[in-house]
């Protein structure tokens, strides 16, 4: 009796954390955009908040490939050299990361944040530092005053590394954050 009761107990703790380490597209998204997703990090400074996230490659190629798995598997052999990660730069009281009723600003911050930030961004670890491949600025026509950012970076050795982030417009100087491998290890595969 305690013999079978420890196999169905055992079989339970296998299913769920098989059920965890392994999501469907759109569970896996629902985690990414909520508060439980493990490697996101977040630092307040002169009226500002700076998030980041780690966006798996398999994430990402799924979305992009829309469920062709074909398409999905030929993104994930081109990028995997990339870290893909997301920025979102949001602005207390009357701080914009855009605009603060300047137009001149406005029209300079729109093209630091869509051409010139690239050689403010990049990785570190005990190797080295990796560059920004390609970034994207969503523009959100000052509806909100945050900014959100997608950024490809080359490939780190470590799995552990630290995002930087050397602001040269906000005030705010230099951000890092380090993404820890326990972090990393926590993010659920995609089972698609």
Not at 7 to 29: E, P, R
Not at 62 to 80: E, Y
Not at 89 to 108: A, K, R, V, W
Not at 126 to 146: F, P, Q
């Amino acid at each position: 009796m305690i013999a079978g009761f420890m196999v169905l107990l055992t079989c339970g703790i296998l299913i769920s954390w098989n059920w965890k380490s392994s999501l469907s597209l759109n569970d896996f998204d629902a985690l990414y955009k909520s508060i439980d997703y493990p490697a996101q990090y977040a630092k307040t400074i002169g009226g500002y908040e700076i998030k980041v996230k780690l966006r798996p490659v398999d994430y990402h190629c799924a979305l992009l490939a829309k469920g062709d798995h074909n398409r999905a598997d030929s993104l994930k052999t081109s990028n995997d050299s990339i870290i893909f990660m997301d920025m979102k730069i949001s602005g207390y009281g009357e701080n914009s990361p855009l605009f603060e009723g300047d137009q001149e600003m406005l029209e300079q911050r729109l093209m630091y944040f869509m051409s010139f930030m690239k050689n403010d961004l990049r990785l570190e670890d005990d190797h080295g530092a990796y560059g920004l491949v390609n970034h994207h600025a969503e523009r959100n026509y000052n509806i909100t005053n945050s900014l959100s950012i997608q950024m490809a970076f080359k490939r780190t050795q470590d799995k552990s590394f630290t995002f930087v982030y050397d602001d040269h417009v906000l005030g705010i100087g230099t951000i890092k954050m380090k993404v820890d491998e326990k972090d990393l290890d926590r993010i659920p595969s995609l089972n698609e």
